[in-house]
Structures are given as structure tokens and as C-alpha cells.
Nanobody, 127 residues
Framework: QLQLVESGGGLVQPGGSLRLSCAASGFASRSYGIGWFRQAPGKGREGVSAISSRGTSTYVADSVKGRFTISRDNAKNMVYLQMNSLKPEDTAVYYC????????????????????WGQGTQVTVSS
């Protein structure tokens, strides 16, 4: 059974850092593109960052560019999102998702292309 499990969320002060992890099981994640998305209360799901199946290409939303970095370790079936210089507006539930098809460019930041989703982890940025 294909499963994605996020971890690493929590409460952090503005300017702080967190590293989110996405653990894949039940499938070879190296064959899938992985994206990170977030959803704040009352808002739609927003693409944050994504990485191609081999890790050769990454995509980052303008809202987090220069602050968030995505990476993957296919040997461990893990994908990470390093979040630095966090702001209160980064507060949301963060999800990782997997897509089996290949896309180009920022299409990877579209939630509608993804086949599988994790349950999410809460990130709260507050003093």
C-alpha cells in the first residue's frame, strides 16, 4: 500500500527554522516526483516546492524562494523541506504528495496533478 507520512512540523518563532520530512513506503519513490504543499485556514492548497524523480530539477514558489529548500534521498525513500527565516504567513498544514507522470517547469506546483497525498503536518510560526 502506497503511503506518504510527513513529520517535523511544530511551533517556531518568526525567523526560526524547521525541517519537514516525507517518508514514502509501499512504492519506489525514486520513480515519482514529490511536491510539498500547504493549506492555511480558509485558503486553498498552495504549491510550495517540488522535486523531480531523480532530484535533478527543483521548483520553488515565489513566496518561499530563498528561504525553503527541497531535497531527496532516494536510497532512504525520503524527501525533505528545509524551511528557514520562517514568517507568520508560513503557518499552515504542510502536505507532501507524489506524482507518477513527468511534467515540465512549475506544473509540479499544481496540486491537481498529484496522485498520492500524506495526511499533513502542522507548522505554526508565532511569537
Amino acid at each position: 500500500q502506497l503511503q506518504l507520512v510527513e513529520s517535523g512540523g511544530g511551533l517556531v518563532q518568526p525567523g526560526g527554522s524547521l525541517r519537514l520530512s516525507c517518508a514514502a513506503s509501499g512504492f519506489a519513490s525514486r520513480s515519482y516526483g514529490i511536491g510539498w504543499f500547504r493549506q492555511a485556514p480558509g485558503k486553498g492548497r498552495e504549491g510550495v516546492s517540488a522535486i523531480s524523480s531523480r532530484g535533478t530539477s527543483t521548483y520553488v514558489a515565489d513566496s518561499v524562494k530563498g528561504r525553503f529548500t527541497i531535497s531527496r534521498d532516494n536510497a532512504k525513500n525520503m524527501v525533505y523541506l528545509q524551511m528557514n527565516s520562517l514568517k507568520p504567513e508560513d503557518t499552515a498544514v504542510y502536505y507532501c504528495a507524489a506524482v507518477s507522470s513527468s511534467y515540465t517547469g512549475n506544473s509540479y506546483l499544481r496540486p491537481d496533478i498529484y496522485n498520492y497525498w500524506g495526511q499533513g503536518t502542522q507548522v505554526t510560526v508565532s511569537s
